[in-house]
């Protein structure tokens, strides 16, 4: 099974790259969440003034002049570009600083910014955590069938070959007939990226274990393909 565990060890990394990215994002937007309701529950509320606009394609962020508590002149330039209701020069917005960091601001409404990240949280996430929760049942599986599984032989009826970015891959398809009910099972193996053709023909007997009670559940043995 050397090429198999080398596939799906492949596979493993591709989907820990997609939950890495997913739990990075995830843990970004919870710290931007919590620093601005730090800022938000212990800063100061102040009114201002956008005194200019940064663009970004079409999108405008607002530069916002406000006083702090000592009488100051602050300038703060929002890093959230916007082309929903983008603000205009003379708008007042609602505002909280730190008195101790009064160039941490937080815009009222800006807010759901900070949720961004989230989003490739949800769909990097979900691809990763969901396809290593799909190897890992498949693993258990192959392990219960490996202990537990009805060995049953089956007969080579195609090799199926696919491409995908460039690479080929084959696949065996195999018929078993169950000698009790006369029911047909197809049953198909991993994938391979090398060509097969040469190494097995169409009719040759492969063993495949089966769940005895759920032929659906089924692993095709390829290990006689390593050598």
Same mark, same amino acid.
């Given at each position: 099974m050397i090429l198999l565990m080398r596939?799906?060890?492949c596979i493993y990394f591709f989907f820990g790259i997609f939950a890495a990215a997913g739990l990075l994002c995830g843990a970004i937007s919870l710290g931007q969440v919590y620093s601005r309701y730090q800022v938000t529950s212990t800063g100061i509320h102040a009114r201002?003034?956008?005194?200019?606009l940064l663009y970004s394609k079409n999108s405008v962020a607002p530069v916002v002049s406000y006083t702090d508590e000592n009488g100051t002149k602050r300038l703060y330039e929002s890093s959230s570009f916007t082309s929903i209701n983008p603000p205009e020069i003379g708008?007042?917005?609602?505002?909280?600083?730190?008195?101790?960091?009064?160039?941490e601001v937080e815009l009222e409404g800006e807010g759901w910014f900070n949720l961004f990240p989230l989003i490739f949280f949800f769909?990097?996430?979900g691809v990763g955590f969901g396809g290593i929760y799909w190897l890992e049942k498949k693993r258990r599986m192959y392990n219960w069938l490996q202990q537990h599984g009805q060995e049953v032989?089956? =007969?080579?009826?195609?090799?199926?070959?696919?491409? &995908?970015k460039g690479r080929s891959y084959y696949t065996l398809r195999c018929e078993w007939k169950d000698p009790y009910t006369q029911e047909i099972y197809v049953f198909e193996s991993e994938t391979f990226s090398q060509d097969l053709s040469g190494r097995i023909s169409v009719?040759?007997?492969?063993?495949?274990?089966?769940?005895?009670? =759920?032929?659906?559940?089924?692993?095709?043995?390829? &290990?006689?393909l390593d050598t």
């Open positions: 596939s799906q060890g201002g003034t956008v005194v200019d708008d007042q917005l609602d505002l909280y600083y730190l008195p101790e960091k009064p160039n769909t990097h996430g032989e089956a =007969k080579l009826v195609e090799i199926l070959h696919g491409a &995908s009719g040759s007997i492969v063993r495949v274990l089966i769940d005895p009670d =759920k032929p659906k559940r089924y692993m095709v043995i390829t &290990s006689f």
